[in-house]
């Protein structure tokens, strides 16, 4: 038996994306109607193949009128979308830090790319676990994990203001 994917909810504030010129030209310029209108026998279908063949046999002139129409409407969009991006990250929850193996990680990454300059990001990786797993414990715990509980406590800080910040009245005490 298949799984059912679980569809994320969609923000109601987030832009709607804009129409396709073809998609204008469906709706607002005819092509569908008309279509219908001549073919009153024929299934859905049979009216979307004919319909994106019509399409395709029009020039360049026959579609810019919808391609005009197709590339403000996106200019719109593009605007909207930017301006929703930056209010969703500027109120978005902060990232959770860098554990120990991370700090490593990105401390030790760049002297291991330059000593192995032809290897794969996947094989830099599993080379960097390697030399984590055979560091001693009191290495670890003197640079990465003390480093590591330095950003955690910072990031809870953020965390909970961010938190007070964003409760909503109902989930208040």
Not at 29 to 41: F, Q, V
Not at 96 to 117: C, D, H, I, L, Q
Request: hydrophobic residues 35%; positive net charge.
């Amino acid at each position: 038996m298949k799984k059912k994917k679980r569809k994320l909810k969609k923000d109601p504030d987030a832009p709607k994306r804009p129409l396709t010129a073809y998609m204008i030209w469906l709706n607002v310029g005819g092509g569908r109607a008309a279509m219908k209108a001549e073919h009153a026998d024929a299934n859905v279908m049979d009216i979307a193949k004919m319909c994106g063949v019509q399409w395709k046999g029009m020039n360049a002139t026959e579609k810019k009128k919808y391609t005009d129409q197709a590339k403000k409407a996106k200019k719109v969009y593009d605007l909207k979308k930017k301006a929703y991006d930056k209010k969703r990250a500027k109120n978005a929850k902060p990232k959770r830090p860098a554990t120990a193996f991370f700090v490593f990680s990105a401390a030790r990454r760049p002297g291991v790319k330059e000593e192995n300059p032809g290897m794969k990001v996947t094989e830099i990786a599993k080379l960097l676990g390697t030399e984590w797993r055979a560091l001693k414990e009191n290495e670890k715990h003197l640079k990465y994990e003390e480093k590591a509980a330095e950003l955690k406590a910072a990031y809870n800080m953020v965390l909970e203001k961010w938190t007070k910040k964003h409760e909503t009245p109902t989930t208040a005490n």
